[in-house]
């Protein structure tokens, strides 16, 4: 275990951290979206308790698949920052990273960072989803990541405006290998078990035709959250169908679109959605991933 100070300790995150580890995620997000707060959004506040209790699942789902990628900041007997990673064949994933606002800018989360990259050594493919923040930049690129800028689209979906969508149906435990190929094929690693924790959130629709095939977990009001295709047009389709559920009185959010998937953006255009710049995909020896939406966490 390595240290940081007389009383610091970077040491492997265990169960009963988890709830710590939400808490400190959910304020030095909210923290950060205040800092770097655009004119005209709504303020976020703190993360909903259905959001916080899927985060703590997703936690412990990576507790138990990768251990050794899940590390505390331990000052005093008290967590105060943690990463979360995890590797998919050969593929280095950074799910969460944070430390308590005021204990920032100390050196706690480059400590934190390094056990978690330990954990990837010996992969050289490595993605995570950035958050604005220069400190959280600063970290990646000198870890060796590139950044791609990515786009948010958001709004809510005229009902006038949504197509008709054939061949799109709801995906079942028996679709998981052709979701591993679909993963393989676009990002050059499958989900395997991320599949488990990802079907009890959200839903799943798949389409498998000979001119396109794909799948996309879409959210409670029909956002893509995570989606792989071998075509545009399989893609837009998921997306429509997905769309296609959301209520119109609550505006959805799609994020994470790379330059590499305009796909979503004409989509975009095509629902009036507006688009805007959001975060960044960092990326380390591969090329991003199209037709491709990574998932926020597991990417
Ligand atoms: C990202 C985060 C986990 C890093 O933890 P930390 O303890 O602040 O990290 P460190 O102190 O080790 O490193 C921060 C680096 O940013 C630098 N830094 C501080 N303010 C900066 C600024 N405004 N611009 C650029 N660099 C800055 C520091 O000097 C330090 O670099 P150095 O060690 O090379 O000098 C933490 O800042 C955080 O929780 N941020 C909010 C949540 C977040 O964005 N998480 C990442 C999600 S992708």
């Known amino acids: 275990m390595s240290t940081h100070g007389p009383d610091t300790r970077i040491r492997p995150m265990r169960d009963a951290d988890v709830e710590a580890c939400e808490q400190i995620s959910s304020r030095a997000f909210l ?24 985060w703590q699942a997703r936690t412990r789902h990576l507790l138990t698949t990768d251990p050794g990628g899940c590390w505390v900041a331990d000052v005093d007997g008290e967590v105060v920052g943690f990463a979360t990673s995890l590797v998919r064949e050969l593929m280095w994933v950074l799910a969460s990273y944070a430390v308590r606002p005021g204990l920032q800018g100390q050196g706690l989360g480059r400590a934190l960072l390094d056990a978690a990259l330990q954990h990837g050594r010996g992969c050289l493919r490595g993605m995570l989803n950035a958050s604005a923040d220069p400190q959280a930049l600063r970290r990646y690129v000198l870890a060796g990541f590139r950044l791609q800028p990515q786009m948010l689209l958001h709004g809510t979906v005229d009902r006038a405006l949504l197509p008709v969508v054939r061949h799109v149906r709801a995906g079942t435990p028996g679709d998981r290998d052709l979701l591993d190929s679909l993963d393989r094929r676009t990002r050059g690693a499958a989900h395997g078990p991320d599949h488990e924790v990802l ?20 959210n409670a009001n029909g956002a893509p959250v995570l989606l792989a295709a071998t075509s545009r047009k399989a893609a837009s389709l998921l997306t429509w169908e997905g769309l296609a559920a959301s209520d119109p009185a609550v505006p959805v959010e799609i994020g994470h679109v790379s330059a590499a998937n305009d796909w979503a953006v004409d989509l975009a255009v095509e629902a009036r959605l507006a688009v805007s710049s959001w975060g960044f995909l960092a990326l380390r020896r591969m090329k991003e991933p199209a037709p491709y939406l990574p998932h926020a966490t597991l990417l």
């Open 199 to 218: 079907a009890r959130e959200l839903r799943l629709l798949v389409t498998d035709r000979p001119a396109g095939s794909g799948y996309a977990y879409v």
């Open 31 to 54: 923290e950060l979206d205040r800092r770097t707060f655009q004119r005209g959004w709504p303020d976020p506040g703190p993360r909903p308790a259905d959001r916080a209790s899927a």
